[in-house]
């Protein structure tokens, strides 16, 4: 079975265990526990158009999950089907952002590709932060200048609420040759980011303003 589940929805089953976790340390009655199997399993199933039954047969076990163990068991046995990132090479930067002269493919041994919806790096000394990420199956490389604000907040990328830092970048203006800059709020660790995209709705969209 070729790997066919994305990092985000890898996340979102992930949040599904958590909440079957959290059910069975607090709730007793069996017809409740059973209606939240049901809608995970449900919720999960949803993410993937075309199921077949080798996929539902790996999935399928998330019913059986009651505790932490089981939890990571389960998602385990997941893990070999997760699609990783793709390797990022120094061509493919050069390619991404050939106005970013010297800059250098981000150090990505303490990163799991498998657990990467997009890479963000920050360059300590331009201060400017390099994103790339999939979309509609192209690599797309946005960059901006990142200010902390020692603020949390709710992240334009994951949607969740962390500690945010402003990324701030150029997009085209209506008119010809004209810029406009905008700001969104980012978490400014990335990899934690990357743990809490559970859809990849507002990162899309979020490429999509940047980029349109
Ligand atoms: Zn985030």
Not at 67 to 77: I, R, S, T, V
Request: include cysteine.
């Amino acid at each position: 079975m070729e790997p066919f589940i994305r990092s985000d929805q890898y996340n979102f089953i992930k949040a599904q265990t958590k909440i079957l976790i959290n059910g069975h340390s607090t709730v007793n009655d069996r017809d409740v526990l059973n209606a939240l199997k049901s809608l995970a399993i449900e919720k999960v199933v949803n993410l993937f158009s075309d199921i077949s039954e080798e996929q539902m047969q790996l999935l399928n076990p998330i019913m059986k999950v009651e505790d932490k163990e089981n939890a990571q068991e389960f998602l385990l046995k997941l893990k070999p089907y997760v699609i990783p990132f793709k390797e990022i090479t120094d061509k493919t930067i050069k390619k991404l952002f050939p106005k970013a002269k010297k800059l250098k493919v981000p150090s990505l041994e303490d990163i799991d590709l498998k657990e990467t919806s997009y890479l963000g790096w920050t360059d300590k000394g331009s201060n400017k932060k390099y994103i790339i990420a999939n979309f509609d199956n192209k690599l797309i490389g946005l960059q901006g200048t990142i200010k902390s604000t020692s603020q949390t907040g709710i992240c334009a990328l994951c949607n969740a609420h962390e500690e945010t830092a402003m990324f701030i970048s150029r997009t085209k203006g209506s008119r010809k040759d004209t810029f406009t800059k905008r700001g969104n709020y980012i978490c400014q660790d990335s990899q934690k980011c990357n743990q809490n995209i559970i859809t990849l709705d507002k990162l899309n969209d979020f490429i999509l303003r940047l980029n349109g």
